[in-house]
């Protein structure tokens, strides 16, 4: 067999990467690497030849008449030519012969992989399914990435060694810092939720004296009408200045007026009562201990927290079925619940203030509308040989404009775990709470032009 020269073996070429800063998104066409193609008709001791020339070469790509082939590294090499006889066999066989002793496990990974990702591959591979590719040298194996444009190169593992050692620092610096937020947040809302505790207490007081001395005064104020009332049927003559008097202050006015005057005060203090209940419901946010709470009860109160944002431009429709008490951490409920109907309201707002775009006729078709749904949910689990189990469903939606397709799948993304670098907002915040505190689930489900749906499930124990 006659084989090409070892001069026509390209050299390789080194691939500086990218010059931007690595993150918990990069991918490993962003690290350096070698594109180094050999033909399998090449001989052992050619491949020597080139791997002693380029001694920081990894290994090679092998190629079949420019078709990928599979890959040899420097390591494997090496091992089999220390075998005895080794050298003067393998120097003389082609390539082709070399690659089928050279029997690893080729990890083969797209360009755009994520780096961590990559990582965790590579390390699987010291336990491959097949016992006889398994080997902890495998470790040190490099990697084929395929790239976009079919072509292959050659990542040496100690680059995706340093690579993911950054990522790791940067993601414990990430995780450092972001629990060291949490910390504070909820160190403040504590004390927030102290604070107010406080002040809903001295709140409280002054309504309870107004609340209770109600019923007093009313009983006094009836007792004072049947006495005058007593006066004017005994006395033969009412004196003058006495019916000038009475048509001063409007006597026949007041003696029907004040009965409903009372009972406005009444519901006055009975609102602000509900509403300081309400607000140090939701502030006891530094509760350890789950206990069952009335779901229904939660969501009343957050309503009556925030009907200064909503008024009369956006409706409340609530279709509560009967719940078994929930057991949870109250105050992070009363957190999920706060921050799910705000976001409804916030997606309202722009739809509450142009009510002049609608037309007279669809003006309570088109008005703004969150809609809070209550029931419990049986899920089969059959299959896993566990009983139904049952869930309570808090299914909040509004009619917005809703998202697109690749607003939605951005959004759910946001929600995900492994976005550890972005800000947590309210949604996230809800989506952890729910999820991670509460083994529950939470979906979003939206469409461009009919609102948004998010619905909660938490399990009953």
């Known amino acids: 067999m006659q084989h090409q020269p070892r001069e026509q073996i390209l050299p390789p070429c080194l691939s500086t990467g990218s010059n931007l800063d690595l993150s918990l998104d990069s991918r490993i066409e962003e690290l350096p690497m070698y594109s180094s193609t050999v033909e399998i008709t090449f001989t052992g001791e050619e491949l020597g030849t080139y791997l002693d020339r380029y001694p920081q070469l990894p290994g090679v790509i092998l190629v079949e008449q420019g078709t990928y082939y599979g890959m040899i590294s420097r390591r494997r090499f090496l091992e089999l030519l220390i075998h005895p006889q080794g050298k003067d066999f393998f120097f003389q066989q082609p390539l082709s012969v070399i690659y089928s002793y050279a029997r690893t496990a080729i990890l083969k990974l797209s360009a755009n992989t994520h780096i961590l990702k990559a990582m965790q591959l590579a390390l699987q591979r010291c336990s491959p399914t097949d016992t006889a590719l398994r080997s902890p040298q495998a470790l040190t194996e490099p990697i084929v990435v395929q790239n976009l444009d079919n072509t292959y190169c050659l990542l040496d593992i100690q680059e995706l060694h340093l690579a993911a050692w950054l990522l790791r620092g940067i993601e414990a610096q990430i995780r450092h810092e972001r629990s060291q937020v949490q910390i504070i947040q909820n160190e403040k809302m504590a004390s ?15 309504v309870g004296f107004i609340w209770g001395n109600l019923t007093y005064v009313s009983n006094y104020s009836q007792d004072l009408l049947k006495l005058i009332a007593a006066y ?19 006597f026949d006015f007041l003696e029907k007026d004040l009965s409903q005057s009372l009972s406005s005060i009444k519901t006055g203090a009975q609102r602000l009562k509900k509403m300081v209940t309400s607000l140090q419901n939701f502030c006891h946010m530094d509760a350890i201990y789950q206990k069952p709470i009335d779901i229904h ?47 409804a309201v916030d997606n309202l707002l722009d739809v509450a203030v142009t009510p002049h775009l609608y037309l007279e006729s669809e003006e309570q078709k088109n008005q703004p509308k969150i809609e809070i ?10 299959n896993d040989n566990i009983p139904d189990s049952r869930w309570v469903s808090i299914c909040i939606a509004d009619n917005s404009a809703g998202f697109s397709e690749s607003e ?47 619905e909660i499930l938490l399990p009953l124990l």
Request: aromatic share 6%; proline share 5%.
């Open 373 to 382: 749904t209550t029931s419990v949910v049986s899920r089969d689990m059959t």
């Open 192 to 206: 927030l939720g102290r604070l107010v505790d406080g002040i809903t207490h001295e709140i409280l007081d002054p």
């Open 297 to 343: 009860f939660c969501i009343d109160n957050i309503l009556l927290l925030i009907v200064s944002r909503v008024k009369k431009e956006i409706k409340i429709v609530k279709n509560y079925d009967t719940l078994p008490p929930v057991l949870c951490f109250p105050g992070e409920l009363y957190q999920v619940f706060m921050n799910l109907i705000s976001h």
């Open 232 to 250: 004017e049927e005994n006395l033969p003559e009412i004196p003058q200045e006495i019916n000038y008097l009475k048509e001063e202050i409007e």
């Open 408 to 454: 939605q799948q951005r959004i759910i993304a946001s929600l995900s775990a492994n976005k550890k670098s972005e800000p947590e907002n309210s949604l996230s915040l809800s989506h952890r709470i729910i999820t991670t505190r509460h083994g529950g689930e939470f979906n979003l489900r939206s469409q461009l032009g009919k609102g948004t749906e998010i």
